[in-house]
């Protein structure tokens, strides 16, 4: 079965500090990896997404790195603000398929 | 306002009722997808619908049918519903397959007591 392996479960960083989340995929099709971000009483959002064939993707303070060879990716945020406080999730798909395996989330608490 | 509406966003269910969780999206996205969500567990995919007409399994399907009669709409039934199912239930849509963002509704919280 297709897996995403996320951690940590939870995580409480400092505000101005830098934010880590970590995943690893199982199935080696997968080329494109979304990272959604949800508070609470709201639904996923995508946040950033990227693409195999690169091993970095920045948005504003939000950076994907991507390792091919190690089957892993993680989503830093740097200077990690109170509003950042959610539950972010990482997924993977490919381009023949129409669903998302997602893993199974990190609650971020940025302390003021 | 464009996106994925889903009504009600509150239920209590009893044990053996049945109910259908609307989901209503205005994008002309062909992809639908049913999804629930539970402590731990991330979002699991239980129904996804490539077209009108068109619907498949995900990882947790039983106990939901789903059917897709027109491209706006994708109801999720619970025929007896179960406390197993008591979760928060979203629906998202996309225009494409993988590779584009889903667009996600606010959810369902469900109750089945």
């Known amino acids: 079965q297709q897996q995403v392996k996320q951690s940590p479960q939870s995580l409480i960083v400092q505000k101005g500090g830098i934010s880590i989340i970590n995943c690893a995929y199982e199935?080696?099709?997968?080329?494109?990896f979304p990272w959604y971000q949800q508070f609470p009483g709201k639904g996923p959002a995508l946040l950033i997404a990227?693409?195999?064939?690169?091993s970095e993707k920045k948005e504003g303070r939000f950076t994907i790195s991507f390792n091919k060879s190690a089957k892993q990716f993680s989503l830093h945020i740097m200077d990690s603000q109170p509003g950042d406080s959610a539950t972010y999730f990482c997924?993977?798909?490919?381009?023949?398929?129409?669903?998302?395996?997602f893993g199974k989330g990190t609650m971020l608490l940025v302390s003021p | 306002n464009a996106g994925v509406t889903q009504t009600p966003k509150f239920q209590v269910l009893k044990t053996g009722q049945s109910m259908t969780l609307q989901c209503a999206q205005d994008?002309?996205?062909?992809?639908m997808s049913w999804y629930r969500q539970d402590p731990g567990m991330g979002l699991r995919l239980i129904h996804y619908?490539?077209?009108?007409?068109?619907?498949d399994q995900g990882e947790v399907p039983n106990g939901y049918n789903v059917s897709r009669s027109t491209t706006e709409d994708f109801p999720l039934r619970l025929l007896s519903a179960a406390p197993s199912q008591t979760s928060v239930y979203f629906c998202?849509?996309?225009?494409?397959?993988?590779?584009?963002?889903?667009?996600f509704g606010s959810g369902t919280r469900l109750t089945v007591v």
């Open positions: 619908s490539v077209g009108a007409g068109i619907t």
């Open positions: 990227i693409r195999p064939d690169v």
């Open positions: 199935n080696t099709a997968f080329d494109y």
């Open positions: 997924a993977g798909t490919y381009s023949g398929y129409s669903t998302l395996t």
């Open positions: 998202a849509s996309t225009p494409g397959q993988g590779i584009y963002g889903y667009t």
């Open positions: 994008m002309n996205h062909e992809y």
